[in-house]
Every structure is written in C-alpha cells, then in structure tokens.
C-alpha cells in the first residue's frame, strides 16, 4: 500500500511559478513509476509528467514540455513537479500517482494503482 499527499499548489499570475511536491508512504517508493495528472473542469484527468523509479527516464506531455520538470528524491519518499511560464490553461487540480506501467504506457491513468487526492492550481492571467 501507497499513500500518497500532494502539496505546493496555489494561485499564480501568468508567467508566475510553482513547484508541487507528493509524499509518498512506504518502503517501496523506488520501485515506482511517478506520474503527475491533471484535471480541469469539465475535461478528463490527464498526463502531465511521469518518472521512473531510477529516476533516470523522464516523461512529459508536449503541452509542458520546456515548461514543467519532475524530478524525485528516493531517500525522501518525494516526487516534485516544478512549473514554470505558467499559462491560464495549465488551471487544475493536480494529481500525483503511482504505478507500474509497462514501457512506453506511462501516460495512462490505468497504469497508476494509487492516486493522492490533489491539489489545486490556478493561473490568472
């Protein structure tokens, strides 16, 4: 079992940045691919950024790409996403998760067994 809590959202101006950070309980982290998802109102959860369990393979949606960074201190328990050039659109809450995706599938929110229960982001233009 994973438990994970997301922390670090809040209100920003456009351009503005923030850094997300999740802990996660367990001995296990380092076994995990973390994702990042996403949801706005009105729209489906989606990818956002993933990590192996390494933390030597890297993953993002082209919509952060250049934008955003994830990165995860094993010995801590944490995966953070730095976000930066924020824009209106980038809105919603975040999620944190973790998995063990086949190669290639860590973009799918099936490939994520545990979830935290979000934090918001909001963007002001």
């Known amino acids: 079992q994973v438990q994970l809590v997301e922390s670090g959202g809040g209100l920003v101006q456009a351009g503005g940045s923030l850094r997300l950070s999740c802990a996660a309980s367990?001995?296990?982290?380092?076994?995990?691919?973390m994702g990042w998802f996403r949801q706005a109102p009105g729209k489906e959860r989606e990818f956002v950024a993933a990590i192996r369990g390494s933390g030597s393979s890297s993953y993002y949606a082209d919509s952060v790409k250049g934008r955003f960074t994830i990165s995860r201190d094993n010995a801590k328990n944490t995966v953070d996403l730095q976000m930066n050039s924020l824009k209106p659109e980038d809105t919603a809450v975040y999620y944190c998760?973790?998995?063990?995706?086949?190669?290639?599938?860590?973009?799918?929110?099936?490939?994520?067994?545990?979830w935290g229960q979000g934090t918001q982001v909001t963007v002001s233009s």
């Open positions: 367990g001995r296990t982290f380092s076994t995990y691919t």
């Open positions: 998760a973790a998995g063990l995706p086949p190669y290639g599938v860590y973009a799918s929110r099936s490939s994520y067994k545990y």
